[in-house]
């Protein structure tokens, strides 16, 4: 029997730039291959899968494994279209390690949160700006639970109306809901999201994000 492969686009440790683990020191198993087009992608080369290298689960979790961190992270790309390596790989890896997959909130995490119950999900909710504003998966509001957030990417105030209108289900299921603004937009926008976030704050405690990589300048 053939044995699967992950389509690896890169390896690399940095500071968690968004979500709960901001800031930890992280090494990222960064996918190739993405089944949605987003206008405001920032891993473009890994979404078109031009640039992978084929490897196997027990190759690609020791070479995440060998940073030597406690965080880990995947990420691509979209890592649920490799799911039956990825959760090979998933197995394979030290028990030791807190482990996030940042998904673009398209496809079902249930399978993997089933099997791997200590994963942590970093969940988009794609925006009209995105071009992608139709392809969440609202099944993955009942499997994200306390080891999960929601990630909304806004670009524009028609987004964050959006946002504003999606809020009951978040508020439903109890999920911790992040708004990050384009961070090509600059400081003004940057104003205006947060001023947003504090206006909503009655309504649902969002919290305001900035992806702290790219403030820094790093990966």
Not at 65 to 83: F, K, M, N, S
Not at 123 to 145: A, M, Q, Y
Not at 194 to 216: D, E, G, I, N
Request: charged share 20%.
């Amino acid at each position: 029997m053939k044995r699967m492969k992950l389509a690896v686009h890169s390896f690399f440790a940095s500071l968690q730039g968004e979500g709960c683990f901001i800031g930890v020191p992280t090494a990222f198993l960064r996918l190739a291959q993405c089944n949605l087009s987003c206008e405001w992608c920032d891993a473009y080369e890994a979404a078109t899968g031009s640039v992978a290298e084929m490897l196997s689960p027990k190759e690609t979790a020791q070479r995440l494994a060998g940073y030597g961190v406690r965080d880990l992270c995947i990420t691509g790309g979209e890592p649920l279209l490799q799911e039956e390596p990825l959760a090979e790989m998933l197995s394979l890896l030290p028990t030791d390690r807190r482990i996030t997959i940042e998904t673009n909130g398209s496809l079902p995490i249930a399978r993997l949160r089933a099997r791997f119950p200590a994963l942590f999900f970093s969940v988009d909710w794609k925006t009209p700006s995105s071009g992608e504003e139709d392809s969440f998966d609202t099944d993955n509001l009942l499997s994200l639970g306390e080891r999960g957030w929601l990630k909304f990417v806004v670009a524009n105030e028609s987004d964050l109306d959006f946002v504003a209108s999606c809020v009951f289900r978040a508020a439903h299921y109890d999920i911790e809901v992040f708004v990050s603004p384009v961070f090509e937009k600059g400081p003004a926008w940057f104003s205006t999201v947060a001023a947003f976030v504090l206006r909503m704050s009655t309504t649902f405690p969002f919290r305001f994000q900035l992806q702290l990589h790219k403030v820094l300048g790093i990966p």
